[in-house]
T-cell receptor
Framework: SQKIEQNSEALNIQEGKTATLTCNYTNYSPAYLQWYRQDPGRGPVFLLLIRENEKEKRKERLKVTFDTTLKQSLFHITASQPADSATYLCALDPSSSNTGKLIFGQGTTLQVKP | DSGVTQTPKHLITATGQRVTLRCSPRSGDLSVYWYQQSLDQGLQFLIQYYNGEERAKGNILERFSAQQFPDLHSELNLSSLELGDSALYFC????????????FGDGTRLSIL
């Protein structure tokens, strides 16, 4: 069956450290993958999009990798801050069907402690 | 502020009723998406419209329907409501049809009593 898996347990790290979140998928061949941040009671906010022919994408303190062989994406936040505390969602295009349909993982909650 | 406006923010109604959720996309965006988020199911894709035409469908119930109007705003209609329909309903928009970041509104919280 098709699945997207993110760490269901919350990730607790100390301020200043690097947070690494994992997104694994099975039985999909996505043309691209996206990461979003969601705060309680708010809509998801787009962070980064990485295409299947890109190994890595960076934006300020954020870095995403995409390994289509391992069927995995890693999301890194360097020099983490308490304001980075939120739930992070990965999402993929399930069928490369030229639509905007996204399948989301359940999300990983990150808690950065001062 | 994402630029996507959803109304109402909260809706409380009873089983068997019908409601309409409204979404105004970001200026210039042609695609509108609807998602449902519940605690046990996570964020689930319902439907996408692009420039007035239905573009993609998820596991949207037959009791639910949507449309996108010529001014590009969209409405999601939910009928014969059941307790299990209680959830957050998000609208998102993007410039193009695919391979694009999606910009989400802050949702409509629907509670069925």
């Amino acid at each position: 069956s098709q699945k997207i898996e993110q760490n269901s347990e919350a990730l607790n790290i100390q301020e200043g450290k690097t947070a690494t979140l994992t997104c694994n998928y099975t039985n999909y061949s996505p043309a691209y993958l996206q990461w979003y941040r969601q705060d309680p009671g708010r809509g998801p906010v787009f962070l980064l999009l990485i295409r299947e022919n890109e190994k890595e994408k960076r934006k300020e303190r954020l870095k995403v990798t995409f390994d289509t062989t391992l069927k995995q994406s890693l999301f890194h936040i360097t020099a983490s801050q308490p304001a980075d505390s939120a739930t992070y969602l990965c999402a993929l295009d399930p069928s490369s069907s030229n639509t905007g349909k996204l399948i989301f993982g359940q999300g990983t909650t990150l808690q950065v402690k001062p | 502020d994402s630029g996507v406006t959803q109304t109402p923010k909260h809706l409380i109604t009873a089983t068997g009723q019908r409601v309409t959720l409204r979404c105004s996309p970001r200026s210039g965006d042609l695609s509108v998406y609807w998602y449902q988020q519940s605690l046990d199911q996570g964020l689930q894709f319902l439907i996408q419209y692009y420039n007035g035409e239905e573009r993609a469908k998820g596991n949207i119930l037959e009791r639910f329907s949507a449309q996108q109007f010529p001014d590009l705003h969209s409405e999601l209609n939910l009928s014969s409501l059941e307790l299990g329909d209680s959830a957050l309903y998000f609208c998102a928009s993007s410039v193009g049809n695919s391979n694009q970041p999606q910009h989400f509104g802050d949702g409509t919280r629907l509670s069925i009593l």
